[in-house]
């Protein structure tokens, strides 16, 4: 049995509403919604757990009540900052900075990776860096055109592969020194975005490199495929 990394704080962002999986989410939160035999959060636990992580902080919204119940039973200590229904990304965390008293994991409440996140925390502060954000290839399936002033197109890329945020990051008890109350109380994820941009026009940000297993639920269609990776017999660590 490994041993409890209690130092490590890990922040789910839970508070969404979920509007792209429509009729699914007007009884259940997002978190909630079974892929196999147990909710997406409970997936998310579960892997924590396996690799030592046991300080676990929720950021609440929609239909709060319903997800603290399901928690509390699910998880010894757990710590609540509640939002409301249209706070963005960004003030969530910010609402949540009192536990954020070192190195603290980010990870969206709708995403599900195998990541080694003693080994995420460990390249976090090797780094020296503000903000470390999980990051893994996908392939775009179109053909990408650029074109000059003059309407030239001067470059065509066929499916190329990109590099996309995955929901997950590492963040440093400092890292609102860098921003302001507007960026901070933007709605949606307007705000996360500039924080972003900010963070990384000051050479503040680090990069996480992952290509493993990996899935996002924001769709229904999204939630179909994830339900045929897990199946019915499975959990998200029994798959490969």
Known sequence: ?????????????????????????????????????????????????????????????????????????????????????????????????RVINDSTIISYGDTLAKINFINLVKRHKKSKAVLSLVAAPIQNPFGILNWNSKGKVIRFDEKPTLNHFIGYAVIEPNIFKYLNKKIINLKNGKGIVIAIKTLISKKLVNVYKYKGLQLTINSANELKEARNKIGKYFTFDEIL
């Open 1 to 97: 049995m490994k041993k409890k990394n209690t130092k490590t704080q890990i922040i789910i962002l839970c508070g969404g509403r979920g509007k792209r999986l429509g009729k699914i989410t007007n009884k259940i939160p997002k978190p909630l919604i079974k892929v196999g035999k147990i909710p997406i959060i409970e997936h998310k636990l579960n892997y924590y757990r396996k690799q030592g992580f046991e300080n676990f902080t929720f950021c609440l919204g929609y239909k709060q009540k319903v997800l603290r119940k399901f928690l509390m039973k699910k998880c010894k200590s757990p710590t609540f900052f509640d939002g409301g229904i249209n706070s963005g990304i960004l003030k969530r965390i910010y609402l949540a900075k």
